[in-house]
């Protein structure tokens, strides 16, 4: 058995849109914030960090809600597509109030754009081990961090090129380009990837390890989940709480450095 590469590739472009988003949001948001609207290091952490809290309640509802949807094109490909529109549409107004130094309507676009962000991400990531054969998954998540750490090359590259060194610089073309490639990348999956076609060939191909599904059923019927599994559970979400708390604390000052 082997991974589809092409279509893990295809399948990544939605976290690859992301990625591209987040890199930017972190290098370019702070910036706007300090100069354009005078706001000091302490107070732009503070906004900084209202996406990570939204987080906290928004990925896992998301992720819950995509898991009930049942559509025509697929639980999780609707949420995808809803939130990058809403996303792309509420971000290219960013620079518009930036340019024009209106706070109230930067606030309000940038906190639907998070909001946007936040409904579809948890559904993007999902979407692998939805149509990829539990074995092979590891090298499939391998994959999707491949697309992530692009999509953030190419933020850092747009804004290495894009952004002045001196001056007020105006951050719209930079905006268009990753709502470009955001929309590019989702209707290239749309159009590839067929969410249920996919996920009814892994059913029928068995996909899904029966070992996978038996424990499944049993946690819902209310049995807890084996001890060694649930110590691995805790050590891994923790493991990976602690990797995004620091990460998420440093980045939104590099842009200060």
Known sequence: MKLNYKRTLLVGLAFLSICTFWQAYDGIIPLILKNTFGIGESATGQIMAI??????????LFGSLSDKTHTPIGKRTPYIIFGTIVAVVSMLFLPYFDN??????FALCLGLT???MATYRSPAVSLMPDVTPKKLRSKGNAVINLMGAVGGVISLALISLLVPKEGKPNFFPIFAIIAGIMIGAVVILVLTVRENKLVKEME???????TEAELNQELSKGKKMPKDILKSLIFMLGTVAFFFFGYNAVTPFSAFI
Do not use: I
Not at 51 to 60: E, I, K, R, S, Y
Not at 100 to 105: I, R
Not at 204 to 210: D, N, Q, R, V
């Open 100 to 105: 024009t130094e209106n706070l109230l309507g």
């Open 51 to 60: 996406d990570n809290m939204l987080a906290l309640v928004m990925l896992p």
């Open 114 to 116: 998070l909001l946007a």
């Open 204 to 210: 029928e191909t068995g996909g899904y390890e029966s």
